[in-house]
Nanobody, 127 residues
Framework: QVQLVESGGGLVQAGDSLRLSCAAS????????MGWFRQAPGKEREFVAG????????YYADSVKGRFTISRDDAKNTVYLQMKSLKPEDTAVYYC????????????????????WGQGTQVTVSS
């Protein structure tokens, strides 16, 4: 079992930066791939970024490549999403997700591949 709590969301202006945090607890966290997803009103939940449990493999959605960076600090049981050059279209509820993976380099990218989810944190980018 893994519990996830996101924080760091807020209201910012276009071009600003924001860092989201996801605090994890549970015995298998260190062997979990971690992902960030987002869901805007009326839209499906979409993959934003993911990182393997060994921290080596990172995937990003095309829409955020070069602007967002995912990282993990296993000493703090925390995963981060650094977001730069934010755009109004980045406005959404951002969710942290975790999935136990036996292989250290696997990064699931679909919502139904993750069993554990946080409650979400709102990010609003004004133009």
């Amino acid at each position: 079992q893994v519990q996830l709590v996101e924080s760091g969301g807020g209201l910012v202006q276009a071009g600003d930066s924001l860092r989201l945090s996801c605090a994890a607890s549970g015995r298998t966290y260190s062997m979990c791939a971690m992902g960030w997803f987002r869901q805007a009103p009326g839209k499906e939940r979409e993959f934003v970024a993911g990182i393997s449990w060994n921290g080596i493999i990172r995937y990003y959605a095309d829409s955020v490549k070069g602007r967002f960076t995912i990282s993990r600090d296993d000493a703090k049981n925390t995963v981060y999403l650094q977001m730069k050059s934010l755009k109004p279209e980045d406005t959404a509820v951002y969710y942290c997700a975790a999935e136990f993976t036996r292989a250290p380099v696997v990064v699931p990218t679909r919502p139904n591949e993750y069993h554990y989810w946080g409650q979400g944190t709102q990010v609003t980018v004004s133009s």
